[in-house]
């Protein structure tokens, strides 16, 4: 089966861009999806797709992909954004598998 | 409003047996995948099975294949999993997930419980 590595913790002030990462080889292959989970509460599915937003989501979330890499970018952080990100794809077995990253906690200073 | 109510957590003993369920609302169940999405204690979030809309495909991580089995009941929006030989490390926070496609190797988890708790303990 594939993995998906994230980097543990991330800090950004308050009002700056961060950007999450999520490696993996199935990603050269499959999108990533990304969820935001706060503490006590469910995730919730923040990016899907090459780069789309359920409704709901602020705009000032954002994906991309290149090679081996996906990436969340955050741009403007703001306090409510701190929370756990989880990232998601295709295992690139194709046997109907998926797999998370290990998640990264984001810290907003 | 897409509602997705799991049930059936508890304390077991190690090596027992528990079946969780998820009733679904809200949206017509049988035109998505649905899955389950365990998170220990403290850790993150592991996918442990998915099933097709017609149960067609069905997926499992290598941590629980042959010991689960995820099975849905279109006609009661119903999704289950069916925990054998359960062990320690099975404790989890379980969340049923509704897939944005038909098949469960595609698409992303859109919606999702607010899940049960099993607790694998002597």
Known sequence: ?109 | EVQLVESGGGLVQPGRSLRLSCAASGFTFDDYAMHWVRQAPGKGLEWVSGISWNSGSIGYADSVKGRFTISRDNAKNSLYLQMNSLRAEDTALYYCAKGSEAVAGTGDFDYWGQGTLVTVSS
């Open chain 1, 1 to 109: 089966s594939s993995e998906l590595t994230q980097d543990p913790a991330v800090s950004v002030a308050l009002g700056q861009t961060v950007r999450i990462t999520c490696q993996g080889d199935s990603l050269r292959s499959y999108y990533a999806s990304w969820y935001q989970q706060k503490p006590g509460q469910a995730p919730v599915l923040v990016i899907y797709g090459k780069n789309n937003r359920p409704s709901g989501i602020p705009d000032r979330f954002s994906g991309s992909s290149s090679g081996n890499t996906a990436s969340l970018t955050i741009t403007g952080a703001q306090a409510e954004d701190e929370a756990d990100y989880y990232c998601n794809s295709r295992d690139s077995s194709g046997n109907h598998l998926r797999v998370f990253g290990g998640g990264t906690k984001l810290t907003v200073l």
